[in-house]
């Protein structure tokens, strides 16, 4: 039995007010108590997911000359390749053992929205890597986007609290791969222990041994899904905006024991942030005598700069 809850998006997506209400209660206890659920019934399909780890592979599997093109100076790793080594997590030195992609926002038409975000970049080497991600991110934002309506109605919150400030967000869609390891790592890991900075991830291929996460006790417990499962977790700006209500978990990625050193990992987070501008300012009614307020007030864009430049993405 896994420590991690699972939930059933159907549940919420149904006309049964009485399965709805189950569903909101669950996730709900889930994030104030470890901070992850397994997910089933989002709106990823078996095809597009094999899809789009077909691509994944085949573009780390590119000559790192070619990668190296989609590194692009300036833009804080916020879109295209990010080469292996350069993320730390804050408080750390020593380099994530793992490389990753990042689409973003899809430009609309809106005009505020083509200024916000810089373009995504597109892969020539392989057309069908930058359509199966454009898919997925679609379709993971709007799994995330019913996820935060259950979430809004569990904080006492309209329904539909979230979703002008998540419409067009600042959302990242991020391929890692981590290759196998060839020499003795000694203190380096696959991603050191870390709070993601976002409002929620979407995780998928939490399938196999690696991803652990840190319960009220300090002990750490593996988080793995089911194949037709996402981890879904709080972030630290769901975490500021609730007054830790709602728990942003530790979590770290470890290295797999020496007889395993020879297969990599790809795994696919999607975090979802909102518009930059949305105030992350702990919500009135959940600051009480006996939790006081925890966090500064702030926005979103302010937060995530913060939060960047710790990770060695961007200067300060
Ligand atoms: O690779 C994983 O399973 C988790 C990665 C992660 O926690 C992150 O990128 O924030
Ligand atoms: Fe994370």
Request: charged share 25%.
């Amino acid at each position: 039995m896994s420590a991690i809850p699972s939930v059933d998006l159907r549940e919420f997506l149904s006309d049964d007010a009485q399965q709805k209400q189950k569903f909101v209660k669950e996730i709900g206890a889930a994030f104030e108590n470890i901070g992850f659920v397994a997910l089933s019934g989002h709106f990823l399909d078996d095809q597009l997911v094999g899809e789009l780890y077909a691509e994944v592979k085949r573009f780390f599997d590119l000559p790192e000359a070619v990668k190296a093109q989609y590194e692009v100076e300036g833009l804080g790793g916020q879109r295209g390749y990010t080469s292996f080594g350069k993320e730390h997590a804050k408080g750390r030195t020593e380099g994530d053992l793992k490389e990753f992609w990042h689409f973003g926002q899809y430009l609309s038409e809106n005009p505020d929205i083509r200024e916000s975000y810089p373009e995504n970049l597109t892969v020539s080497e392989i057309p069908k890597f930058n359509e199966v991600g454009k898919q997925t991110y679609k379709m993971l934002e709007k799994t995330a986007q019913y996820v935060l309506r259950a979430l809004a109605l569990h904080l006492d919150l309209e329904e539909t609290y979230f979703d002008d400030w998540i419409k067009d967000g600042n959302s990242i869609l991020r391929p890692i791969h981590y290759p196998p390891i060839t020499s003795e790592p000694k203190d380096a890991v696959r991603a050191a222990a870390h709070g993601d900075i976002n409002l929620i991830t979407l995780l998928m291929g939490a399938h196999g041994k690696g991803l652990q996460v840190q319960d009220h006790e300090g002990n750490w417990i593996d988080a793995i899904a089911r194949p037709d499962q996402l981890m879904i977790n709080v972030g630290d700006m769901l975490s500021r905006l609730s007054n830790n209500k709602l728990k942003s978990t530790i979590h770290q990625v470890v290295n797999p024991p020496r007889e395993l050193w020879g297969s990599s990992r790809y795994s696919i987070p999607f975090f979802m942030h909102p518009k930059s501008h949305m105030p992350l300012n702990c919500l009135e009614h959940c600051v009480t005598e006996e939790n006081p307020k925890q966090f500064e007030d702030c926005t979103a864009g302010e937060y995530l700069h913060e939060r960047l430049v710790e990770l060695g993405l961007i200067k300060g």
